[in-house]
């Protein structure tokens, strides 16, 4: 609808006042606004003055006379959808027959029969209930699957719009108000077609009789070389970006725009930001799985894969007494459980006996089986021990932390105590889920932020607000370690963002209201006195008004009437019909209508309530908002417990 109006404004452009005076360029002024109001004044003038002439041969004619074609749609002159109903003496629509067009050459080629009968209509469906009731009803939707028109069952609350035609609500509903049935019907059906097909774009509706048909858009209808329906963008939609994003540097309207002062220095900040994608490799050395954390004894490699724990001093005879108790302890720290593989005791020497515990968990003793609780007998065994161990403690080692070894000795004379211990590890390197650091979260659920630019592994995807349609091939990279290098595969890796942000500071507006109120306090038809600020400083102005002869007063109002009709109620709402629930089952209408030179224009069967005034309901419109808004909120009890 803007593009005709748009279109419109051209039969203004001849319009000059160059060489007029004031009181002929204030005449001309209200002539214009007058014949304006007059061409396009309501909804049914639009209708017939704009979207009709657009979509038809009819030529457009500006409020001054002058004409001109301008089309937005190519209208046909053969029907693509057509309706016929047979009224019953129930009030209800039976045999509902549905002839269609379905490939555009003017002729019907699909008829089809609605399976049940309708009760009520709908904006976008229709109820079909028992017949001549409100009783046992089903809602029914139209929707479309490519060119076929097909009414599916739904709830009721996803219809609107709805009213009862049959005689629960009155009889003789149907025959009365039949055009208007027949039209919201069709509008309906074809509102669902349009959905998947421009073509059945609605041009017009007619309806004869107990037929409604429905007229729209066909290429044929239009000459070759001023067509103005195109389905390339219809059967490609990326092609619209491409198209524009490639006419924008010659469009003359766009640049106009474009460089304008207001687009180029308007309240917006721009924020740059990066959204990074980042493949870590896991790869470990043999510290970073376990290392020495304190106490006697030592962690050293023993291979590639194999670490290998000293426990306790090494060497001879550096213990004496008689049955004395000795201990040693050595703490590691063991960082990656997971990749502990086995962990085995693999040679103990000790004089006399030996109990080595991890984290006060025994995992051997000897020569002979003893707690270190308890001082076995005899102390002296007169010899020392070297064993070859194959002790698994890996279970021991299945948490991280810190793990404690004791090593208690009995020693008689003199004697020693210390042991070995290999760990098997996993130190092989593997890829970690990928890490994406993400910079434009603050920007991208910000409602005031737009989308300026985009660049996704330096190829432009967002130029100046819209796609370019270009899209970036999967990147091969190589990632590199410490000690292994694997070459991955991604959609992308990294995309830098820029984002026009409107500012949404808070402005105080104290000065301006203080001047305007200074102004207002100090001015007569004559003079006026006004006071601004200039670099912080406030600086007094007055001087003389002088008001041009002939300019007329302006009213303080557009003069309107209210006019009032009424109607049966047949209206729906999702408890059933409304009428069933009111005191009366007439209902008022009520309409505002600018008045014109010859008083109200009040239509058949209409009734001025209030004629020609400066008309103020504003008591009545706050008042049917805040019952619409109660009406809408949720009933709770008030002290909170629910009432039997």
């Keep these: 609808m803007l593009v005709g109006l748009l279109l419109l404004l051209k039969g203004f452009q001849t319009i000059s006042y160059a060489g007029e005076d004031k009181s002929s360029m204030n005449k001309t002024a209200r002539e214009l606004v007058q014949s304006t109001g007059e061409k396009w004044g309501t909804a049914e003038m639009i209708q017939e003055n704009i979207t009709r002439p657009m979509t038809s041969d009819e030529a457009l004619v500006t409020p001054d006379g002058q004409r001109f074609n301008a089309r937005l749609g190519c209208g046909s002159k053969d029907a693509f959808l057509e309706l016929f109903v047979h009224p019953l003496k129930t009030g209800d629509l039976a045999d509902v027959t549905i002839k269609q067009d379905t490939g555009g050459d003017g002729g019907f080629d699909t008829v089809s029969r609605l399976p049940v009968h309708i009760s009520g209509v709908c904006g976008n469906g229709f109820i079909s209930c028992a017949k001549g009731t409100w009783e046992d009803c089903q809602a029914y939707e139209w929707t479309s699957a490519g060119t076929a028109l097909l009414p599916v069952t739904t709830s009721v609350n996803k219809l609107g719009g709805c009213y009862c035609i049959n005689n629960s609500c009155g009889r003789g509903l149907v025959w009365k108000n039949l055009p208007d049935i027949l039209n919201h019907l069709a509008a309906g059906a074809a509102a669902a077609l349009t959905r998947n097909n421009h073509l059945y774009a609605i041009t017009d509706i007619t309806v004869h009789d107990t037929v409604a048909e429905v007229f729209g858009q066909r290429l044929s209808a239009c000459d ?23 006419d924008k540097e010659f469009n003359d309207v766009y640049q106009l725009v474009f460089k304008s002062r207001a687009n180029t220095t308007g309240a917006s900040e721009s924020r740059a930001c990066t959204i990074r994608r980042t493949v870590g490799i896991n790869e470990t050395s043999l510290d970073d799985i376990i290392d020495y954390e304190s106490g006697t004894g030592s962690v050293f490699p023993c291979g590639a894969d194999c670490l290998r724990l000293v426990l306790g001093k090494v060497g001879d005879n550096y213990w004496t007494g008689s049955c004395g108790r000795y201990k040693h302890t050595v703490s590691f720290y063991v960082h990656q459980p997971d990749r502990i593989k086995s962990a085995r005791l693999i040679y103990a020497k000790w004089d006399d006996w030996i109990n080595i515990q991890v984290d006060d968990s025994k995992i051997y003793a000897g020569p002979y089986d003893w707690d270190s609780d308890v001082l076995p007998s005899p102390c002296e065994l007169s010899t020392n021990w070297q064993k070859t161990l194959d002790m698994d403690f890996t279970e021991r080692l299945a948490t991280p932390g810190k793990k404690d070894f004791d090593v208690h000795v009995i020693v008689s004379g003199a004697g020693e105590g210390y042991a070995r211990a290999e760990i098997t590890v996993d130190n092989s390197c593997y890829l970690e889920d990928d890490a994406v650091s993400d910079t434009c979260t603050a920007w991208k659920t910000d409602p005031d932020c737009d ?8 190829v432009r995807t967002v130029n100046d607000f819209y796609p370019t349609g270009l899209k970036p091939l999967p990147q091969t990279r190589d990632v590199i370690g410490s000690y292994c290098t694997f070459t991955v595969k991604r959609d992308w890796f990294e995309i830098r963002r820029t984002y026009r942000c409107r500012d949404t500071g808070t402005y105080t507006f104290d000065k301006e209201l203080d001047r305007a109120a200074y102004i207002m306090d100090n001015t007569t038809d004559s003079a006026y006195k006004d006071k601004a600020a200039v670099h912080g400083k406030t600086v007094y102005r007055d001087g003389k008004l002088v008001i041009p002869d002939g300019i007329a007063g302006v009213d303080r109002c557009v003069m309107a009437c209210k006019t009032g009709k009424k109607s049966a109620s047949r209206d729906v709402a999702h408890s059933g019909v409304v009428s069933e629930k009111t005191v009366s089952e007439k209902k008022w209408q009520y309409r505002y209508k600018r008045c014109r030179e010859s008083g109200c224009p009040s239509g058949d069967d209409e009734v001025i309530l209030e004629d020609c005034q400066c008309v103020d309901q504003f008591d009545d419109a706050l008042a049917a908002m805040q019952a619409l808004r109660m009406a809408g909120g949720d009933i709770i009890c008030s002290d909170g417990v629910k009432k039997k």
């Design 224 to 246: 070759d070389t001023k067509n103005p329906v195109s389905t390339d963008y219809t059967e490609a939609p990326g092609k619209l970006n491409a198209d524009a994003f490639a």
């Design 451 to 458: 989308l300026y630019e985009e660049v996704t592994d330096g």
